[in-house]
Each structure stands twice: as structure tokens, then as C-alpha cells.
């Protein structure tokens, strides 16, 4: 057989080739086949680094897509915020051109500090109808202007529902508050309380928002940048005092007559404690829209106590006509209040709550959270079985609802023959819809605002008078009492000790009990003393974590006095711990009724008057470590109506509360200041 060429060998597959050499096995054929294969081999090494150079050319081209896709959204970004940058300087100015004008008028006597009427037609439908502020003051805020001399200007709607206009100070007289001999104990009368609340719902105290707006302002910053923000600045009215007098009688009844009585509030309801609102004259969202800048808060957001309304409204859901509060705010007073959590939907969320989205175990802090808009924060779910990362609780513009506190909120709206809204402007949408719903089945709504609201029409009572004030004479008619507010806080005591021949060093560390690393926000400092031991040397710490570290005898007993000095806004100024330290016997483990330690507190303060108490919760020792939890009552708030004019009788003081009379005995107590855990699944 002929030797097969190279260019022959060449068309044959693998097969065949194997085949050829197989029959023939000539050592030409061979060698033409190992050249073919050689060849073939250079082809492929060709092949693949071609095909390596395409997909690293097809890498590169992807890279730089990236890098222009991430220059684009900087870009955007950037332009975005140079929007919004521009947005605040044009409001700046014209804050600023009305500041001018108003001078330049002054000066050339063709104004008096009055106001200023916009001219602007009104259509037929529109008569006699409020939607929107059509005075604008001289100061740029959409009410009416106070001079330096301190008046301002008023409405206030007749019998007849004439609007008058009449002088009156403006912003809220000093508050008045009376320390007990044994100190701590704080008494709001009933015209102080309104006083604070000048402009509630949504309007805002002068003084109150003067002390405390940087406290909304902190959720306000936070949001998301929204240019809609709806009506703002809106002017405040005021019912006659006969006429309100006779509205107040009217929702009396109405309460009483409920078979499924609902609240509907809002950022009104909280004024008075110095957390200020946000569309009223002075309201954090009308100064940012005129460009004014907003003062820090005097009193921190976290020390805010609950207000007259808040505390009536534990006592109407106590004595059975409340059954369902639907809250717009994010204060988190409800629950500071004492109401119970499993009544409560908070539709917009809770500056102080955290939730496990696994579990879905609601934690309630004793601290403002850091983030808003649903997302982690540095803690985790301490279940065992589950450890997620945590997440707040508070909306952003663009987060919906969350679908388990609408659907309960829309549903008691639905079975309800009665819903007050308190404080709100029924503007925020879907909330502002849920009352409503009552009237779709037979049942009635009554609002009380200062200012109109859209829902004004479709209501069968609307009262314009400050919240606290209208509350409270409900409560006076229906001869309830208003219980008083006592705050518990909490810390956690840690002493470790390890043994070094004849010495014993040990440590203490004074925690929250949210965590090692959680502030103690109500504490300043901490003097440690040793006062039977003049030679160990006394100390303060002033700086958060709270430690000390020392060396002592292993067989030194001694006893250790611990003063913790509150921060601004506690009742009192300081309380204190009592410690006996001896590390050769290790103390017994207990824990106390939770719920029972709690309760006797709350009467002991009350009975007391005053701030201040402690008690041991539970203690665990073991050999090396022993670690205790402490309660301690740092706010006692009454409020008290007997210097009020408008209405008769005085508000009960001075007895204990009744344990019929609070939930501590009905539910296991969990949160950071005697909150309940319910089937909510609500802890600390």
C-alpha cells in the first residue's frame, strides 16, 4: 500500500486516522501523523489565545460600563443635591426679602407691623371655607406676625362662627413647677398645661418649640428630601369659651354613648410636652419651607413626658370606653404612657423600637434608634433560636404602611360607632382616610385641631381649642380621674473580680440593660464611694461605659455606695445604690415579680411625691461575676386642674394607685420604662 501523504492525513478525523495507522503501520505515516497532530495543536493554542484576548477586551468594556454608570449616578446625585441646595437658598431669600420689605415698609411708614393680606380670589364653592393660610404674617411663616413687644394676633370663631381677631401674648407663659420637700415631684395645673400647648394640633407652643423643636427636626432631617409637603403655616382658631364650653359637653356625651370608641391622633397631642409639630406656625416643616434655622433642644427627646391627653386616654381605655388609639406619631408617648401596646397601631412607626423581621419580637429602647426608613441597626434578636439583625421602625417618605398596624387600625375604624381625631391635620395619606371609614357604617367623627382640616365637612363635631384642655374637660364631665405619669428607668450592675495570690482585682461596670455598648442617656455621672474604708479613695466617672477598676485584699469586706446623678430633664437629681462587696462568700441568686417591683415603685412615688426610689429586679452570682438589674423612678408628672376656670372640680391626689387600675399585674412587663409586652411580643 502507498505511503498517504500529509495533505491526505490532514482531512482524516481522529478515528479514522487511528484506523489508517492501525492497518498500514509504516513508520512514514507515523511521522506525517505526528505532524498533523503538532499542527493541529498550534491551531488550538492559537485559537484559545485569541478567544482569551476577546473576553479580556469583552472584561474591560464591561469595567468601563460600570465606571460610567457609577460617574452617571454621582452625577445625578450631585445634581440632585444641588437642587436641593438651590431649593433652600431661594427660600432663604425670600424669607429674607420679606424680612427687608417688612423693615423697608417700617421705615417708610406705609405698613404697620400688622399683616400683610394677599389678594386672591375666591371661587363660589370656596366661600367662607378655609384652605389655606390667606394672611401671611410679615414674618414669612403663613400666620399672624408677633413684634418684639410679644403680641400676637388671634382668630377667634363666635357662637355664630364669626371670625374675631383679638390681641393676645404670644408664645406660652413660663411653666410653672413646684418641687416637693422631698424634691423630684412636678405639678402641671390644667392652665399651665394649655399654656404649653398655645397652638396644639398643628400648632405648636412658642416656648415649647423654642426648647424642644431640634426634637422633630432630628426625625424631620432624617426623611428623605420631599418638596410636597403640603399645607403648612395654616392660621389657628379659637372657639369662643361659651362655645367650646358646649362642644366639650357634646363630645362628653358622645364618648359616653360609644359602644366602640376610637382615637385617631396626631402631632398635636404632644405639643404640650415640648415636642413640637410639624405644619402649625411654628412647626418644624413651616420654618424649614421659610428658610429659618431651628435651635437645639433643651430637653432631650428621650425625657419627654406623656401629656394630659396622653394619660386620659389610659384611663379611658382602663375603665373600658377606649378601645383602640391609632397614633401618626413617632414619639412613642402611647406606649411611654402606659397604654397597652396590643390597642396601640402606630402607623408611622417608633423613634424608640426596633423589630426582628424573622421573628418579628417588637424591642422598645430607652434611647432614640440611629436609622430610619426600615433598616438594620447595629443589634441583634437576642432569641436564641434566632439572633437577625434588627431593624427600626419609622417610614420613610417612600415605605408603605406596615400591612399588620393598617389592617388593625382599618379594621377598628370599620367597627367603631365613634373616632376622635385629636391634634392631626388629616393631610398624610392613606392614615388621613381610616377615620372615615366609621362614617361608611353609621358611625360618627369628631375632630379637635386649631386648624382646619380636609376632613372638617364629613365631621360631626369639630372643636377648635387646644387638645388638653378639650380632654380634660371630657374627663371632669365623665368624673374621671387623669392618673398621674411616673417614669422607671433601668441599669445593670456588673462586678467581676479574678484572685492574684493574696490581692483580688475586680471590676465594676454600670450598663444599660439594652446592652454593654447601649447609652445610658439618663445618667451624667456616677460617684463611686467607700465610706467606711478611708483608704480606698473615691472616684466619679463621667464618660460612658461607666468602669472602675481597683486591687484590694482578698480578705477586705467592704461597703460601696454608688450615686448616680441623673441628666436634664429627670425629676430628681440623683439616687443611689447600696453595695456590700465581700469575695469570699458568693451572694444567692433571686429574681423579683417583675411587674409586682414595678407597681409598688409607681404607688410608693406617688404616695411619696416625689423622684428618686430604687429597687433590685433580679440578681445572678456566680463564682467570679455577679450581676444585678436596678429600677429606678425618674419622672413623676400630675396634672392638675384646680386653678382652672372653665372647669369644676379638681382632679383626686395623693391616693395610691389602684392595681385594678394599672396593666403592670395583667401583662409581663418588658420595655425600658414599665412598658408592656403583649402578645405583640414587645421587649426591652
Not at 420679606?98 to 415698609?105: I, P, R, T, W
Request: proline letters at 4%.
Amino acid at each position: 500500500m502507498a505511503c498517504a501523504s500529509r495533505d491526505d492525513l490532514a482531512f482524516l478525523s481522529g478515528g479514522e486516522l487511528v484506523a489508517h495507522l492501525a492497518t498500514t503501520c509504516r513508520r512514514a505515516d507515523f511521522e506525517a501523523a505526528a505532524r498533523v497532530l503538532a499542527e493541529r495543536d498550534r491551531k488550538f493554542a492559537e485559537d484559545e489565545a485569541a478567544l482569551k484576548a476577546v473576553l479580556a477586551d469583552l472584561d474591560a468594556a464591561r469595567a468601563r460600563e460600570r465606571e460610567i454608570a457609577e460617574a452617571r449616578s454621582k452625577l445625578e446625585a450631585a445634581l440632585m443635591e444641588a437642587d436641593i441646595l438651590r431649593k433652600k437658598c431661594e427660600a432663604a431669600l425670600d424669607a429674607r426679602r420679606l424680612d427687608n420689605a417688612k423693615e423697608m415698609a417700617l421705615l417708610l411708614g406705609a405698613a404697620t407691623p400688622d399683616t400683610i393680606h394677599r389678594d386672591e380670589p375666591r371661587g363660589e364653592a370656596n366661600k367662607g371655607e378655609v384652605n389655606g393660610p390667606d394672611i401671611i404674617g410679615l414674618n414669612g411663616l403663613g400666620c399672624c406676625p408677633a413684634e418684639e413687644g410679644g403680641m400676637l394676633e388671634r382668630q377667634e370663631i363666635g357662637e355664630g362662627g364669626e371670625v374675631e381677631h383679638r390681641g393676645g401674648r404670644g408664645g406660652a407663659r413660663t411653666e410653672r413647677q413646684k418641687v416637693a420637700e422631698e424634691g423630684g415631684m412636678r405639678w402641671r395645673s390644667l392652665s399651665e398645661l394649655c399654656a404649653a400647648q398655645d397652638g396644639q394640633g398643628e400648632g405648636s407652643s412658642k416656648k415649647a418649640v423654642e426648647k424642644n423643636r431640634g426634637m422633630s427636626l432630628g426625625y424631620a432631617e432624617k426623611l428623605s428630601y420631599r418638596e410636597d409637603l403640603g399645607s403648612v403655616g395654616m392660621p389657628e382658631m379659637f372657639d369662643s369659651p361659651k362655645l367650646l364650653q358646649g362642644k366639650i359637653e357634646e363630645l362628653a356625651i358622645m364618648v359616653q354613648k360609644s359602644k366602640h370608641f376610637v382615637v385617631f391622633t396626631g402631632a398635636g397631642i404632644s405639643t404640650s410636652s415640648g415636642i413640637p409639630d410639624f405644619r402649625g406656625p411654628k412647626g418644624v416643616w413651616t420654618l424649614q419651607r421659610a428658610g429659618k434655622g431651628v435651635p437645639d433642644a433643651s430637653l432631650p427627646f428621650h425625657r419627654a413626658a406623656p401629656t394630659l391627653t396622653h394619660m386620659a386616654l389610659v384611663e379611658l381605655e382602663r375603665v373600658g370606653l377606649l378601645k383602640f388609639v391609632i397614633s401618626q406619631n413617632v414619639d412613642s408617648l402611647h406606649l411611654r404612657s402606659g397604654f397597652p401596646r396590643e390597642k396601640l397601631a402606630e402607623l408611622h412607626g417608633n423613634s424608640f423600637k426596633e423589630i426582628c423581621p424573622s421573628c418579628k419580637t417588637e424591642y422598645l429602647r430607652d434611647f432614640e434608634i440611629e436609622t430610619i426608613g426600615l433598616k438594620d441597626t447595629p443589634r441583634r434578636c437576642t432569641d436564641k433560636n434566632c439572633g437577625a439583625r434588627l431593624k427600626d421602625t419609622v417610614l420613610d417618605w417612600e415605605d408603605a404602611l406596615p400591612p399588620e398596624e393598617m389592617n388593625s387600625a382599618e379594621e377598628q375604624c370599620r367597627a367603631a360607632d365613634l373616632v376622635l381625631c385629636l391634634g392631626t391635620s388629616l393631610q398624610i395619606t392613606p392614615a388621613c382616610n381610616m377615620p372615615l371609614m366609621s362614617i361608611k357604617n353609621g358611625g360618627k367623627v369628631a375632630i379637635v385641631n386649631l386648624q382646619a382640616t380636609p376632613k372638617d365637612k364629613k365631621a360631626s363635631l369639630v372643636i377648635h381649642g387646644l387638645v388638653d384642655k378639650v380632654i380634660a374637660g371630657v374627663m371632669c364631665i365623665l368624673n374621671l380621674r387623669i392618673p398621674p405619669y411616673i417614669r422607671i428607668d433601668f441599669i445593670q450592675l456588673l462586678l467581676r473580680h479574678t484572685v492574684k495570690k493574696k490581692c483580688v482585682r475586680w471590676t465594676l461596670r454600670v450598663t444599660s440593660i439594652h446592652g454593654v455598648r447601649a447609652p445610658l442617656s439618663f445618667l451624667q455621672s456616677i460617684e463611686v464611694s467607700f465610706p467606711e474604708r478611708p483608704d480606698m479613695k473615691p472616684v466619679v466617672l463621667m464618660e460612658q461605659p461607666f468602669s472602675l477598676q481597683r486591687e484590694t485584699s482578698m480578705t477586705s469586706k467592704f461597703f460601696m455606695l454608688l450615686t448616680l446623678n441623673f441628666s436634664d430633664g429627670c425629676g430628681c437629681s440623683s439616687s443611689s445604690i447600696e453595695c456590700y462587696v465581700n469575695f469570699q462568700n458568693q451572694k444567692e441568686s433571686f429574681v423579683r415579680d417583675r411587674g409586682l417591683v414595678l407597681q409598688e415603685l409607681k404607688c410608693t412615688a406617688e404616695r411619696q411625691c416625689r423622684a428618686g426610689q430604687q429597687s433590685i429586679l433580679e440578681r445572678e452570682s456566680l463564682p467570679r461575676a455577679e450581676t444585678s438589674r436596678h429600677a429606678f423612678v425618674t419622672n413623676v408628672v400630675r396634672y392638675d386642674s384646680e386653678d382652672s376656670e372653665d372647669l369644676k372640680g379638681a382632679e383626686p391626689k395623693g391616693s395610691c394607685m389602684d392595681s385594678s387600675s394599672s396593666n403592670l399585674t395583667k401583662r409581663h412587663m418588658e420595655g425600658p420604662s414599665g412598658y408592656s409586652a403583649t402578645p405583640k411580643k414587645l421587649k426591652s
